[in-house]
């Protein structure tokens, strides 16, 4: 068997345990020894040592957060639109609007008078909801629809969704990143081009066959975040690469689209694609792209069908608290809430500097302090 001369098997397998056991012991206690003997001439310094000890905790508790962190939902989407509720099929509104991404005044605001108009029984967001795709940026999104909204919200994926955990979690939470649904006679296609590079090819195989299917409807309507174009021109390239951009006009003209909503431009553009008419809303809450009056506002749409007809009317949106600012100038007011935003959306970003701040400190300290003690 290879075992050593006058030593059984079992026992030649108990003596290499216990000569394992006492030398892990012996490198053990050495290896301990080493790390405590420079702690224990830190004893003075017992402040400093806590607040290292501190940071270091700190720093690691975000990805345990972020492991541990509940998830808000599950298929939000494909629940939604199981609870789309239309009393005639032939007439019925919806509200669209996109870019919030983190609001809080505009958004609640936007979310409250959605909620009070009782003709619109659902609304759709056009992407770019929250900041980065975290768990908890999800978390504040979905609260505050579950708050102030009393009818199903579809969302669309943005580019700033693809942040932080990307599609991997906004599928666990939302579904599918490009699906569809119909309501009566009318088809309703919502697409992924979150990259703003276009579709992939399963994306593009899916969209036609579903384009096909919708032939035989009144009306095929498109929800992307990226538009096709930029209406505004000239240096303005906030749209989808020019060969994504004509394979799917071409696309959407052969199946003789009804209307095309997108966001990713921070205001309100309106017009027609090569015959195809399109709006673009951009402002739900995220800063505003331009000082244009006629194209950067806060608003939502509100979209009306009936007898197979598509009637878009544009709400303006005012903050929550926008009585507040008579109490402070509006460039207090802005101050002020810069600074809000700032710490809520960057709050890990202001834990890592200040726990970064106390270890310059910490280390700068113990430098000095090794310096002036004597030999």
Known sequence: MGLMPGISG??????????????????????????????????????????????ILLLSSFELWGHFYPSPAHNWNIAKVHEISVGDPSNFSFAVFGDNRGSKFVFENLLKMIDHDRDITFAINLGDFVRNGKKEKYDYFLNQVRRYLNIPLLTTMGNHELGGKGRKLHHAIFGPSFYSFQIGKHYFIVLDNADKKGLDPKQKQWIEKELEMAMSYNSRIIFMHVPLYDPRGGRHHHCLPKESSEMLITLFMKYSVTHIFASHIHGYFEGDWKGIPYTISGGAGAKLAGDDPDHYFFHFLKAHITNGNLDIQVKHVLPSDYKCLSIFSCKTWYRLFCIYTFFRTYGELTLLLIAGGLTAVIYRSESRSVKISPN
């Open 10 to 55: 079992r026992s030649w397998i108990r003596t290499l345990y216990d000569f394992l056991r006492i030398h892990h012991e012996k490198l053990s206690m050495t290896a301990i020894s080493k790390i405590m003997t420079p702690i224990a001439g830190t004893v003075k310094y017992p402040i400093k040592y806590c607040c290292l000890l501190l940071c």
